[in-house]
């Protein structure tokens, strides 16, 4: 639910067993052979070709551009006749929309996972499942947990996996929880634990001990993150292929409680405004000690907001019970409808060099963390493997001398990320349905005579519309 992050997985059940079990269990790079059935590189792709990629976000600093322009010039000389253009790039709901429409899009664009069946069904990708088969060669070894987002019925590629593979999980600041007299190696790991360590740090400290965006869908985003991590659900599909909005869940006005009863303690900040990038502006400036979000998102404070690895940063799981998961989310790399052969060609191209064959292949893996190192940028951030548990081990171990987040700080995260199990947002109207519980939680955090029940029974009716008529969410 996030920029190149910011929307959900949207898969049912437990992502994790997927993880763990897809793919090749080697974890050698795939033998660079062209599929029998793929076809040769369209002859187009050989003449000089310009596309438009997504790059960094807005804001990023001069060190991550420089990272992009230093890796930008390694893809034009191995392949001369392409010439990269990147753009800066961040999915917003609220933008989105209008760019696909009106043409904006570079070439290569990213979205997340639970966008790539609505715009494969409405023919605003490419199909590129030629170019993926003839330039991929490893095309069949992705995690079949997330594959299947970027195909159709059929198994044509319109998107592939690209990055950001998350769960979402529980951020801290290591140093507000020393000055409150709190060890942070020892995170919170109930919600309760997590009510009280806020306002101990808030008591202690005045630094609001906890922080939630609440901006457009991203508020109703993170309301899908504490009921999942609760057992329940903001939808259920029947046996007809139909959906159910279920905003009345008891999970759902069981988390919106548990909000309040921050709020009513003081130690929540009641700045509701933030969206994803406010939200990490805010807890890099120490604004508030814990938020949650995907577990990757260090990346962005590193190259956005200045954070440094000596900052005090921590990172732990998000506290799951009655049978809860901690929501997942990723990004697909797509290429614009209109794009030509040669085009399509480029851009998979592309989409080979920037995001997937640093995973597989040790010298492109080493190459990119030189790079990223010498620009200063984050190496080594825990992501959820778009191939397997063991190719990503395994690519760990190809840039181990290159890491340079706190991974020691991260324990409460990384010891149960592969164990953990990870759940999917609503598949149905997932920004309409977002956008109708942010209000919702507005609301909860500055009334205290709130009455939530209503507000959610008038929400789940709007709700159930937009997921019956999805053209009009």
């Known amino acids: 639910m996030r920029s190149s992050r910011t929307t959900a997985l949207g898969m049912a059940g437990a992502l994790a067993i997927g993880l763990l079990a897809a793919c090749s269990s080697t974890g050698s790079p795939t033998s660079p052979t062209t599929p029998a059935d793929a076809g040769p590189t369209t002859p187009a792709a050989a003449a000089p070709v310009t596309i438009t990629v997504a790059g960094n976000l807005p804001g990023a600093s001069q060190e991550n551009n420089d990272q992009l322009d230093a890796r930008v010039k390694e893809f034009e000389a191995k392949y001369p006749n392409i010439t990269i253009q990147p753009e800066e790039y961040q999915w917003l709901a609220t933008t989105f ?13 990213e979205i997340p996972v639970t966008d ?14 030629a170019q993926v088969k003839a330039n991929l060669s490893y095309y069949n070894d992705f995690n079949p947990a997330i594959v299947g987002y970027g ?14 593979f998350y769960a979402n999980a529980l951020h801290i600041n290591r140093n507000l929880f020393k000055q409150a007299g709190l060890d942070p190696d020892k995170p919170p790991t109930t919600w309760d634990e997590v009510r009280q360590d806020a306002k101990i740090i808030h008591d202690k ?3 609001y001990g906890f922080g939630q965006m609440g901006n457009g869908a991203t508020g109703g985003w993170q309301i899908a993150v504490d009921v999942d991590s609760r057992g329940g659900a903001l939808e259920k599909a029947n046996a007809d292929g139909t959906y159910t909005a279920t905003l009345t869940d008891p999970a759902v006005k069981a988390s919106l409680q548990w909000l309040a009863s921050l709020a009513a303690d003081g130690s929540i900040d009641p700045d509701t405004s933030p969206d994803w990038s406010g939200i990490n502006a805010a807890f890099a400036s120490g604004q508030f000690a ?8 260090y990346n962005a404070m590193v190259q956005t907001n200045n954070m440094t690895a000596d900052w005090g940063y921590g990172l732990t799981a998000v506290p799951t019970e009655n049978g809860g998961a901690a929501l997942g989310g990723g990004t697909l790399a797509a290429v614009k409808a209109n794009a030509t052969d ?10 080979d060099f920037w995001y997937l064959s640093k995973l597989r292949d040790k010298d492109q893996a ?24 063991s190719q990503y081990e395994q690519s760990l171990v190809w840039i181990k001398d290159y890491i340079n987040v706190p991974l020691e700080n991260m324990k409460g995260y990384t010891d149960v990320m592969f164990s953990q199990p990870v759940g ?3 598949k149905m109207a997932t920004q309409a349905v977002y956008q109708l519980l942010s209000p919702v939680f507005q609301a909860v955090l500055t009334d205290k005579t709130a009455n939530i029940d209503k507000l959610l029974a008038d929400a789940n009716v709007q709700a159930q519309d937009a997921i019956d008529h999805p053209a009009a969410s």
Not at 97 to 109: D, E, N, R
Not at 116 to 129: F, P, R, S, V
Not at 151 to 164: E, I, L, M, Y
Not at 342 to 351: L, P, Q, T
């Open 424 to 426: 999917g947002e609503p």
């Open 116 to 129: 790539g069946k609505t715009l494969i069904e409405n023919k605003q990708l490419a199909n590129i499942d």
């Open 205 to 207: 400290t005045g630094v």
């Open 151 to 164: 195909q159709d019925s059929s198994g044509t590629f319109f998107a592939v996996p690209a990055k950001n």
């Open 342 to 351: 040669a085009e399509k060609d480029a851009a998979v191209k592309w989409i």
């Open 97 to 109: 929309t209008a760019q696909l429409a009106g043409g904006t899009l570079p070439t290569v664009f």
């Open 366 to 389: 080493v190459a990119d963390a030189k790079v990223a190192v010498a620009a200063k940028q984050p190496v080594g951030t825990p992501v959820l493997p778009i191939f397997s548990k």
């Open 290 to 297: 814990m938020f949650t979000s995907g577990s990757d998102v």
